[in-house]
């Protein structure tokens, strides 16, 4: 599903979830084993991602997801949110993906063709998980996605692929960082299962994207550094 305010101490947790040869160009399909949650410690609160707003800002909800219904636990709330997230950086991967499928080369056409396809899919499931969740989803990309979307539109040829490309990778990244942190903590079974899943197509798409950019020379971002002890910590 930037999308969100990046935070070092996010990018370093990025870094320990996926192998530093994926984002580092050396084995695009190394770490395809890694949606499997199995063995993931418990982690505390809620993460956030690029593509994935703060839960809920900007962003309307109903007086429900605001306050509660009765009895309702504080994970509950938070998948709630979760979900609403993911949604709206659903919503951004369908849009910029179908822009690129217009205005991107060959490869990047093709590419970017899979992103509207698949995260269409996604977005239908997750929307199954929120209607039995009683969440209202957003019906529109956030503002930092929306600012990418015109950066893009205002751009051609070889700055518009690797505009897009650098882009969707980081977005990927941060939102599989989101969907790992989720899988570990949710509270309701049809989410957790759904999470899980997406996760598995979120690591086939970093691949996919890894792989585009080595065969139109697009230079990737490197690895971020771990960040300090005191700083993961907080």
Avoid: C, W
């Avoid at 919503?91 to 993906?97: P, R």
């Avoid at 990047?108 to 899979?114: C, D, I």
């Avoid at 990418?148 to 990244?173: P, Q, R, W």
């Amino acid at each position: 599903m930037n999308r969100m305010p990046i935070r070092v101490a996010v990018l370093g947790a990025v870094a320990l979830l996926l192998p530093a040869a994926l984002v580092a160009q050396v084995d695009p399909s190394a770490g395809a084993g890694a949606a499997n949650p199995a063995g993931m410690g418990p982690q505390s609160g809620q993460p956030g991602t690029a593509g994935m707003t703060v839960p809920g800002a900007n962003q309307p909800t109903s007086m429900r997801d605001s306050l509660g219904a009765p009895g309702q636990t504080g994970q509950e709330m938070l998948d709630k949110q979760f979900v609403r997230s993911a949604a709206e950086g659903g919503l951004a991967d369908v849009k910029l993906g179908a822009l690129a499928a217009e205005k991107g080369g060959p490869a990047v056409k093709e590419l970017a063709q899979k992103m509207v396809d698949d995260h269409t899919m996604m977005n239908k499931e997750m929307d199954t998980v929120a209607d039995a969740l009683g969440v209202m989803l957003p019906k529109k990309m956030n503002k930092d996605a929306q600012k990418e979307y015109d950066k893009l539109n205002g751009l051609s040829g070889k700055d518009f692929d690797t505009e897009y490309v650098t882009y969707i990778l980081k977005a990927h990244i941060e939102d599989l960082h989101a969907f790992h942190m989720e899988a570990s903590v949710a509270a309701d079974q049809e989410l957790a299962s759904e999470v899980v899943k997406q996760m598995g197509m979120m690591h086939q798409h970093i691949t996919a994207i890894v792989n585009v950019a080595k065969s139109e020379g697009i230079a990737l971002p490197p690895r971020p550094p771990k960040p300090a002890a005191t700083t993961a910590s907080k």
